[in-house]
């Protein structure tokens, strides 16, 4: 697995969490912590977690392979700029240090 992570700078964290759970777990399996605080979004294709902290929606996308991984990223990160056009928000995947 291969995996990559954007944060995003936001007042409402949890918000847009739970907007992208509720919206995308229409179409895919989606899973959101009892607080609220944290979630996933399982595609065919991979998966990405969700973390809501202070000032920072933190999203980790994983795959098999560099091709399912950018199409995770690519709705992901579609949808939740559509949900924050209002806030501006920017969605810039960085790939994870392997350590």
Known sequence: MIESTANVTTD?????LKQLISHLGTQIDAQKSKD??????I???G???LSAEPGTLRMTARAADAER?????AV???HLVRFGEKDALAVVWSAAVEG
């Open 36 to 41: 609220g605080q944290s979630g996933a979004l």
């Open 12 to 16: 409402r964290p949890e918000r847009y």
């Open 76 to 78: 992901v990160a579609r």
């Open 47 to 49: 998966n990405c977690a």
């Open 69 to 73: 991984l950018a199409a995770v990223e």
């Open 43 to 45: 595609f065919s294709a």
